[in-house]
């Protein structure tokens, strides 16, 4: 059974703090995804990855950079926290072929203040 | 990737099909559809994945006509535990890479 695991469920962070988020999977994936979800949004791609030390951004890259020195965890990093990015983020894997399958983390609800 | 378009919410009863209609006009040849599900608090949990024509499993239908250009879950039967957001996307053949439309809430009565 595919697990993705993260960090922290809930994490409340002050305005202009440096957030990391942590994910991890146990199935040698290649493909790593950050998602933000707001309601009345759904879920939007901030960042993937496709190998280590590879990243290619999504829709919504503003504010954040991500890190993959390893296959199986890809760090999402807010440099200096803002009340905007108060949401709930969603890490996602899967293999390289065409058509898998995303497994989804649990999910990691961020409170900026 | 081709955006997508499906209602934004849905209202049924228990033990009635349900049919939610996605439009993704601007698929790729190599693009493929997938549906997702999700309740509060939790990540999406996939339900369904298809290319062409119909897919069937134990939870859903897929059905996707010749062109492509748009797909339909079908739930048979829903209960009260099916109240959740339902996803469709279209996934990039090439990279894997997903995109997430804004989901259609399904509220299933007794």
């Known amino acids: 059974d595919v697990k993705v695991t993260q960090s922290s469920r809930y994490l409340v962070k002050r305005t202009g703090e440096k957030v990391f988020l942590e994910c991890v999977q146990d199935m040698d994936h290649e493909n790593m995804f950050w998602y933000r979800q707001d309601p009345g949004l759904g879920l939007r791609l901030i960042y993937f990855s496709y190998d280590v030390k590879m990243k290619e951004k999504g829709d919504i890259p503003e504010g954040y950079s991500v890190s993959r020195e390893k296959k199986e965890r890809f760090s999402l990093i807010l440099e200096s926290a803002s009340t905007n990015q108060t949401s709930m983020y969603l890490c996602?894997?899967?293999?390289?072929?065409?058509?898998?399958?995303?497994?989804f983390g649990p999910g990691t609800r961020l409170l900026v203040l | 990737l081709a955006k997508t378009t499906q209602p934004i919410s849905m209202d049924s009863y228990e033990g009635q099909e349900v049919n939610i209609t996605c439009s993704h006009n601007?698929?790729?040849?190599?693009?493929?559809i997938t549906w997702y599900q999700q309740f509060p608090s939790q990540g999406p949990r996939f339900i369904i994945q298809?290319?062409?024509t119909k897919v069937t499993n134990e939870v859903a239908s897929l059905f996707i006509p010749a062109d492509r250009k748009s797909s339909t879950l079908s739930l048979p039967r829903v209960s009260l535990s099916d109240t959740a957001v339902y996803y469709c996307l279209v996934g990039s053949g090439n990279t894997g890479k997903l995109i997430f439309g804004q989901g259609t809430t399904l509220q299933v009565k007794p």
């Open positions: 601007n698929i790729a040849t190599n693009d493929y």
């Open positions: 996602a894997s899967t293999t390289r072929a065409p058509a898998e399958t995303q497994y």
């Open positions: 298809g290319y062409k």
